[in-house]
């Protein structure tokens, strides 16, 4: 299901997909992302390109559908985590407002399609 949801996510533009650790953080854009899994480890761009990301499957142990409430408006993303609660990957998804700071909604309704098939915390 981990594969699934991944694979849900970056056929949407503009997801940006960020991992972070102490040292450094690394974020992608899902546009036009291409995405494989071999045993364990799902990789997230092309291997060969300028950018891409290998996830490591058994580490994630779960997922939650996450909204939270800035000073202007509210964020949008997707998270998974390890089983020490320690997020490995986020998915955060941008543009979801126009230049007047309006919701947009056919990228509201996708985030709330993806909700809805997968439920607000998923284990893996």
């Keep these: 299901m981990l594969f699934e949801l991944l694979s849900d996510i970056i056929k949407v533009d503009d997801v940006l997909l960020i991992t972070k650790n102490i040292g450094a953080t690394c974020?992608?854009?899902s546009n036009s992302l291409a995405i494989r899994q071999k045993e364990k480890w799902i990789?997230?761009?092309?291997n060969d390109g300028p950018a891409h990301m290998h996830i490591n499957s058994e580490m994630i142990q779960f997922a939650e559908f996450i909204q939270e409430q800035r000073p202007d408006k509210i964020s949008f993303s997707i998270r998974f985590f390890?089983?020490?609660n320690e997020r490995i990957v986020a998915a955060f998804f941008t543009k979801m407002y126009d230049e007047s700071k309006n919701l947009i909604s056919?990228?509201?309704?996708f985030y709330d399609s993806?909700?809805?098939k997968y439920s607000s915390k998923i284990k893996f």
Excluded at 43 to 46: E, L, N, Q, R, S
């Design 82 to 84: 390890d089983e020490n």
């Design 43 to 46: 990789t997230i761009g092309d």
């Design 106 to 109: 056919e990228r509201k309704d």
């Design 114 to 116: 993806l909700h809805e």
């Design 27 to 29: 974020e992608i854009r």
